[in-house]
């Protein structure tokens, strides 16, 4: 059975920096690719960063220069720099596997940005 556990969130002031992480567990398959997405009461579930099996990047326009993505193995990282009140939101992480049609989703982490 597949698991997504993360990790990392919390309160920070603006400005701070917080490391969010999510480990995939209990797959056979390798991995496509691994992202962050975040949720807020207001919005909809919108997409932050992702990096492929093969390292390649990309964000969300509000995550560059700010937010990097990296991965070990079967643990995708997410180094937010330079927090705004904006990016308080429930963050969840997504894991894509080859020859698994399933969509799979971390339980999410609540990261809050105070002014």
């Known amino acids: 059975q597949v698991q997504l556990v993360e990790s990392g969130g919390g309160l920070v002031q603006a400005g701070g920096s917080l490391r969010l992480s999510c480990a995939a567990l209990?797959?056979?398959?390798?991995?496509?690719?691994m992202a962050w997405y975040r949720q807020t009461p207001r919005k909809a579930r919108e997409f932050v960063a992702r990096?492929?099996?093969?390292?390649n990047t990309d964000y969300a326009d509000s995550a560059k220069g700010r937010f990097t993505i990296s991965k070990d193995k079967n643990t995708v990282y997410l180094q937010m720099n330079s927090l705004k009140p904006e990016d308080t939101a429930v963050y969840y992480c997504n894991v894509d596997f080859s020859y698994d049609p399933e969509d799979y989703w971390g339980q999410g982490t609540q990261v809050t940005v105070s002014s």
């Open positions: 209990g797959s056979a398959f390798s991995i496509n690719h």
């Open positions: 990096v492929t099996s093969a390292g």
